[in-house]
């Protein structure tokens, strides 16, 4: 059984910057390609970034590349969103997943664990 902690987020003005941490419960996470999304009210949980699992390698969702970056330490078990030139259209609840399986890295329901969610808002 897989556990994740989040930790960051908060109240940032516009153009600001977070950094989100996910701490996993194993000792590794190499198997794991691990993704972040994020949730608003009334909405489905949408895609934000990837990386994954062997090559490191990632993927972001347009509204989010070129300010947003992902990055993992399978030593310390951690994996980071740092999100840069911060938007009020950012403002959501954002968790981070684990997949264990081969799978699309886009849809929510093919991930097998989730963090807690931590409130991120960026005012106008």
């Known amino acids: 059984q897989v556990s994740l902690a989040q930790s960051g987020g908060g109240l940032v003005q516009t153009g600001g910057s977070l950094r989100l941490s996910c701490a996993a419960s194993e000792r590794t996470m190499n198997g794991y390609a691990m993704g972040w999304f994020r949730q608003t009210p009334g909405k489905e949980r949408e895609f934000v970034a990837v990386?994954?699992?062997?090559?490191?390698?990632?993927y972001y969702s347009n509204s989010v590349k070129g300010r947003f970056t992902v990055s993992r330490d399978n030593a310390k078990n951690t994996v980071w969103l740092q999100m840069n030139s911060l938007k009020p259209e950012d403002t959501a609840v954002y968790y981070c997943?684990?997949?264990?399986?081969?799978?699309?890295?886009?849809?929510?329901?093919?991930?097998?664990?989730w963090g807690q969610g931590t409130q991120v808002t960026v005012a106008s």
């Open positions: 997943a684990a997949q264990s399986t081969i799978g699309n890295y886009y849809l929510a329901s093919q991930y097998d664990y």
């Open positions: 990386i994954k699992r062997e090559t490191g390698t990632t």
